[in-house]
């Protein structure tokens, strides 16, 4: 038997970024390496795009189905961007952690915030490029932004910045694979928590054991000091 029984409740994480830190491919990799994470997947009413997968990139609903979940009070978070809501299903992310498992969500830092306040146990992990010039060269890789757009996500990427003292770790994306080795110990650092102790057990024999020692220690010393 166990001296400590440790809840069977999974972690709920969060794993945040600014433009271009390559959160993305960080997580694929943690899901590629650890069988118990699970990446969960999002609502939107956005319309499905070429690439998309149905309920695996997103769960694509109409518009008005979505306000329809939004007043039945089925998202953790959700948002209006660019004319399209996005949100994260509660129910969902609720029994995958009832099973033990480990819950990433790829959301942006005001979505962060709001499950935050709603499940005050969640990890949340800011992933960061190693410079903003490494960020400025990798959009330039993409070839697909203007320069306008690339301003916008500059400024975008330093409002996010300064919202890094509200995360509780933030971890410098310079080689994939030792981002992901510092999310990896991140994460058997957080099941070790006191507070994911569900119950301390000895048995009777183990206080058995315990009191017999005691007693002659006790005894000894005793005699030491006649």
Same mark, same amino acid.
């Given at each position: ?46 319309? +499905?795009? @070429? ?8 769960? *694509? /609903?109409?518009?008005?189905?979505? !306000? $329809?979940?939004? &007043? ?41 915030? +709001?499950? @935050? ?8 992990? *800011? /992933?960061?490029?190693?410079?903003? !010039? $490494?960020?400025? &060269? ?43 080795? @510092? ?15 569900? !119950? ?27």
């Amino acid at each position: 038997m166990n001296l400590i029984k440790q809840k069977k409740r999974g972690s709920l994480i969060i794993i945040s970024g600014t433009t271009c830190a390559g959160k993305g491919t960080v997580i694929k990799e943690l899901l590629k390496k650890n069988e118990n994470l699970v990446l969960s997947t999002s609502y939107t009413s956005r319309s +499905i795009r @070429k690439g998309d997968i149905e309920d695996v990139t997103y769960y *694509f /609903v109409s518009r008005e189905k979505f !306000e $329809e979940k939004i &007043k039945n009070d089925e998202f953790l978070e959700y948002a209006l961007v660019h004319g399209n809501y996005y949100g994260t299903p509660k129910k969902e992310i609720e029994n995958l952690l009832s099973d033990g498992k480990d819950v990433i969500l790829e959301i942006e830092v005001q979505g962060a915030k +709001i499950v @935050k306040e709603k499940l005050p146990e969640t990890v949340l992990i *800011f /992933v960061l490029a190693p410079s903003m !010039e $490494e960020v400025k &060269k990798r959009i330039i890789a993409r070839g697909s932004e203007t320069k306008e757009q690339i301003i916008t996500r500059f400024k975008t990427a330093y409002q996010e910045i300064n919202e890094i003292p509200k995360y509780n770790y933030v971890v410098i994306n310079d080689i994939v694979s030792s981002a992901v080795k @510092k999310i990896e110990s991140i994460l058997i650092s957080e099941k070790c928590r006191v507070d994911r102790i569900e !119950e301390i057990s000895v048995e009777n024999k183990e206080e058995f054991m315990h009191e017999l020692l005691m007693e002659k220690s006790f005894d000894n010393s005793y005699k030491e000091i006649k």
